[in-house]
C-alpha cells in the first residue's frame, strides 16, 4: 500500500508540472526577435497541444528552447546598446588579456587629436571591448581564500568630469563583471559638471537600460573639485561600504571579498586596494610590485618599502598596514568615513592629501590598509615622477623601497599631464 500511495504521490506531482509548464506557455505574450532582415513570431499557444501529447520532456525541452531564445533577445538587446553609441561589448578583441592593443596607420592619424584631448589614447578606447579579459595577478594563496556569504555590501563612487565615455563604461562594466552581485549595491557616477555631450543624455540613457537601477549618475551642477565631488557621491550612496575610484579603472575577479571582510572585522579600517598600471598609449596591462604609502619631503604621496614585519611574515596575501593613502582608490565604511570629518574640503589635496590617513591613524584609532584590489591604469608621467622621488630617497637613506601588496587588484589608467581628464586638471 505504502508503495502505490508514493507512486500515485509521484504521478499527482508529475500532472501538476506538466499543467504549471502548458500554463506558461499558454500565458506568456508571443515575442517578436529580429534574424537578419527578416521577423519571425513565436506563439506558444498554438504549439500547447501538440506538446502535451508528446509528455513532459518534450515540455520541457520547449521552454529550456524558449528561454533561450529570450535570452539571446535580450543579449541583442543590450549589445545593441553599446553599438549605438560606437562601442563593444564581449571578452575577445582587440586588449583582451591585458595584452597591448594596437591601430592601423591609418587609424593611428585619427587618434592622434583625441590622445592629445584626453591625456590617454581614447581613440583605441573605443576599439577595445567594454568588457575585455584582464590578467589576474594575485598569488596562489589569495585565489584560495575561502569568504563568508554575509559580507557587507558595497557601493562604488566613480568621479569624472570630461573623461572619454568608452573609459568610464569600461570602469562600470568591470566593476559589475567581477564583483558578486549579492555584495554590489549601487554603482554611483559623479559628474563634476563635464561640457561633453556623450557624458550627458548618451550616458545616462546607456546605464538607465544596461543596469536598470543599479548605476545612478549624480551631477554637479558647478565644477566643484575632486574631493567635494567624491563627498556628493558619499552623500547619494547607501551601501555599508562605500569604494572611492577614479573613473578610468578595470577591476579583476576577487577583487571585492578581501576588502570587505577587512572591513567586516574592523569598520575602523581604510582599505587602499592595489593599484597596477594600464599604459595610457596602448592599453596594457602593467604589474607593479608591493609597497606601501608615506610621503616625500614635499608632501607627495609615493610608494615605499612594507614595514619589516610584513617581509618577514613571507606571506604575499597578507595586508599592509599604511601611514599614509591616495586617495584615488580606497574603501571605506560608510558611517566611519562621516565620523572622521570625510575629506578635506578647503586644502582638497590629492597626491599631497595627508588628511585622510592622518585622521585615520591619529584621531579616531583606525588602521589603513593596502589590500587586494582592482586593476587601475596609473597615469605613466605621474609615476616617473613618483619613481624620482623614490629615487631621491634611496640616495639620501642607502636603501632600496621597493615592494606593494596585491590581493585582489585594480588596474589604472590615468591620462598624460594636460589631457582634459588628468586628476591635475581636475
Not at 583605441?124 to 563568508?148: A, F, H, N
Not at 570630461?162 to 563604461?169: P, R, T
Amino acid at each position: 500500500m505504502a508503495s502505490l500511495r508514493r507512486v500515485k504521490v509521484l504521478l499527482v506531482l508529475n500532472l501538476i508540472a506538466v499543467a504549471g509548464f502548458v500554463l506558461f506557455l499558454a500565458k506568456c505574450r508571443p515575442i517578436t526577435t529580429k534574424s537578419g532582415d527578416s521577423f519571425h513570431d513565436i506563439h506558444p499557444r498554438a504549439e500547447v497541444a501538440n506538446l502535451t501529447a508528446h509528455g513532459i520532456s518534450s515540455i520541457q525541452d520547449a521552454v529550456l528552447k524558449r528561454l533561450s531564445l529570450l535570452e539571446d533577445i535580450v543579449y541583442r538587446q543590450l549589445n545593441g546598446l553599446s553599438k549605438s553609441l560606437g562601442l563593444i561589448e564581449g571578452y575577445g578583441g582587440r586588449g583582451k588579456g591585458g595584452l597591448p592593443a594596437t591601430l592601423s596607420p591609418e587609424e593611428e592619424e585619427k587618434a592622434k587629436g583625441p590622445h592629445e584631448k584626453y591625456g590617454y589614447n581614447s581613440y583605441l578606447s573605443e576599439k577595445i571591448s567594454l568588457d575585455r579579459s584582464i590578467p589576474d595577478y594575485r598569488p596562489t594563496k589569495c585565489k584560495e581564500l575561502k569568504y563568508g556569504k554575509d559580507l557587507p555590501q558595497i557601493s562604488i563612487i566613480f568621479i569624472f568630469v570630461n573623461e572619454a565615455l568608452s573609459v568610464i563604461l569600461r570602469s562600470v562594466h568591470s566593476a559589475v563583471n567581477h564583483t558578486p552581485a549579492p555584495l554590489l549595491k549601487e554603482i554611483i557616477l559623479v559628474d563634476d559638471n563635464s561640457d561633453e555631450e556623450e557624458l550627458k543624455a548618451p550616458l545616462e540613457e546607456y546605464v538607465n537600460k544596461r543596469y536598470p537601477g543599479l548605476v545612478k549618475v549624480v551631477r554637479n551642477q558647478k565644477r566643484e573639485g575632486l574631493i567635494r565631488a567624491r563627498i556628493e557621491g558619499w552623500k547619494a550612496a547607501t551601501g555599508q561600504v562605500t569604494g572611492f575610484f577614479d573613473a578610468h579603472v578595470e577591476f579583476t575577479a576577487g577583487w571585492a571579498e578581501p576588502v570587505l571582510s577587512r572591513i567586516q572585522e574592523n569598520r575602523r579600517r581604510v582599505i587602499l586596494p592595489s593599484i597596477d598600471n594600464i599604459k595610457q598609449d596602448n592599453f596594457e596591462v602593467q604589474r607593479y610590485e608591493n609597497s606601501a604609502h608615506g610621503y616625500s619631503w614635499e608632501l607627495w604621496c609615493m610608494y615605499i618599502s612594507p614595514p619589516k614585519d610584513w617581509w618577514d611574515a613571507g606571506d604575499p596575501s597578507l595586508p599592509i598596514r599604511t601611514p599614509a593613502m591616495i586617495g584615488c582608490s580606497f574603501v571605506v565604511n560608510r558611517k566611519f568615513f562621516g565620523e572622521i570629518g570625510l575629506l578635506d574640503r578647503v586644502r582638497r589635496g590629492e597626491h599631497r592629501a595627508g588628511h585622510q590617513g592622518v585622521a585615520v591613524w591619529g584621531q579616531h584609532g583606525g588602521a589603513a590598509l593596502l589590500q587586494g584590489g582592482p586593476h587601475r591604469a596609473q597615469e605613466e608621467a605621474l609615476q616617473q615622477q613618483h619613481r624620482l622621488l623614490h629615487q631621491a630617497q634611496r640616495a639620501a637613506r642607502g636603501r632600496g623601497v621597493d615592494g606593494r601588496l596585491q590581493v585582489a587588484r585594480v588596474h589604472r589608467l590615468e591620462p598624460a599631464p594636460g589631457g582634459t581628464a588628468w586628476p591635475g586638471a581636475h
